[in-house]
Nanobody, 122 residues
Framework: VQLQASGGGLVQAGGSLRLSCAAS????????MGWFRQAPGKEREFVAA????????YYADSVKGPFTISRDNAPNTVDLQMNSLKPEDTAVYYC????????????????WGQGTEVTVSS
């Protein structure tokens, strides 16, 4: 099983980035795919998630509004559109997949991607 995250980069405050996560190696139809982020010196935190079967979405309060998670047209691929980026959004963003348990915690996510770095300059 592999989760491949892409789309990170350097952007000025107020700008936008689109992250993508492609999962492969097994059937993910009943899974939830999520994005987490980890800033230097901080714990990994939940950002957003989507249930692939019915596209139910979940967001952290801190990103609700500017960020949108969606299914991509490519199989087992989800995107995270990040608008109105702030310097505090700077972090390594990880995608992950799970099929049981709570959406908002890192525990229970069985599969993780390698992370993609997002830097927002002020």
């Amino acid at each position: 099983v592999q989760l491949q995250a892409s789309g990170g980069g350097l952007v000025q405050a107020g700008g936008s980035l689109r992250l993508s996560c492609a999962a492969s190696g097994r059937t993910f139809s009943g899974f939830i795919m999520g994005w987490f982020r980890q800033a230097p010196g901080k714990e990994r935190e939940f950002v957003a998630a989507i249930r692939l079967s019915d596209t139910t979405t979940y967001y952290a309060d801190s990103v609700k509004g500017p960020f949108t998670i969606s299914r991509d047209n490519a199989p087992n691929t989800v995107d995270l559109q990040m608008n109105s980026l702030k310097p505090e959004d700077t972090a390594v963003y990880y995608c992950a997949a799970k099929n049981t348990g709570t959406v908002y915690s890192t525990s229970g996510y069985a599969y993780w991607g390698q992370g993609t770095e997002v830097t927002v300059s002020s």
